[in-house]
């Protein structure tokens, strides 16, 4: 897949790389030449350039990217304007870096497709949401090995956990399952309510509309999620 990130703070170069490592194709922008020649052996493609810039930004190659995230983070203004940018330019899917609670109601406004906090939320974690399709939430045990969270592929709908096999298909040990439900409160409005079920057992039976929580080494997670 093709990616642009956008600013290479902390965040930001870190996820670029990730992304470079996992074999896309990723532009890397900041308005620091430093920043830009410090990364340009870790990154497919390194850009100087300021984000924000109408006539600039028309010049990247956007209709060919699958993905842009802004992680500009040290100014609002400067996040708000790149994001609002590449929004006009209809790029097929943003994603942008908040800082605080305003700032989020700002990008939501504008709509963005998915906010990022990176004080909570690991460039790890972040590429490999971005790049295993399927993939809700991950965590890093090790280098090799994971916990992530996966929406149930479609073929598993209506199976028990027994019957999918997936423990000798893929080696991978599913922990839990995670469902997710519309209450209406008092007042008529209605929200989601997500239910951990607990440790799983063999005879769960499995709908689409769920979330698995599995273990297991990337490689086979990758291999599980490629075959969905």
Avoid at 6 to 35: H, P, Q, R
Avoid at 76 to 85: E, I, P, R, S, Y
Avoid at 157 to 169: F, H, L, S, V
């Amino acid at each position: 897949m093709k990616y642009i990130v956008v600013g290479l703070g902390s965040f930001g170069a870190s996820l670029a790389e990730k992304l470079t490592e996992e074999g896309n194709e990723v532009i890397g922008i900041d308005t620091n030449m430093n920043k830009v020649d410090n990364y340009k052996e870790r990154i497919t493609h390194t850009i100087c350039m300021d984000a924000t810039d109408e006539f600039t930004v028309s010049g990247l190659p956007l209709s060919g990217t699958d993905m842009v995230v802004v992680a500009i983070g040290e100014n609002k203004g400067a996040n708000v304007m790149a994001t609002a940018l590449f929004k006009n330019f209809q790029v097929k899917r943003l994603i942008s870096r908040a800082i605080d609670g305003l700032h989020e109601k700002v990008l939501h406004a504008i709509g963005v497709d998915e906010i990022v906090h990176p004080e909570e939320e690991s460039a790890e974690r972040w590429a490999k949401k971005l790049c295993l399709k399927g993939v809700v939430d991950s965590f890093e045990l090790s280098d090799s090995y994971s916990i992530v969270e996966v929406n149930v592929p479609i073929r598993f709908d209506g199976k028990t956990i027994r019957e999918t096999n997936i423990r000798e298909n893929y080696n991978l040990l599913v922990l839990t399952t995670i469902t997710n439900t519309e209450v209406k409160s008092l007042v008529g409005k209605t929200r989601s309510v997500t239910k951990v079920k607990g440790v799983a057992s063999p005879d769960n039976i499995l709908s689409k509309d769920d979330i698995l929580v599995v273990y297991g080494s990337n490689k086979d997670i990758k291999r599980f999620l490629k075959d969905e």
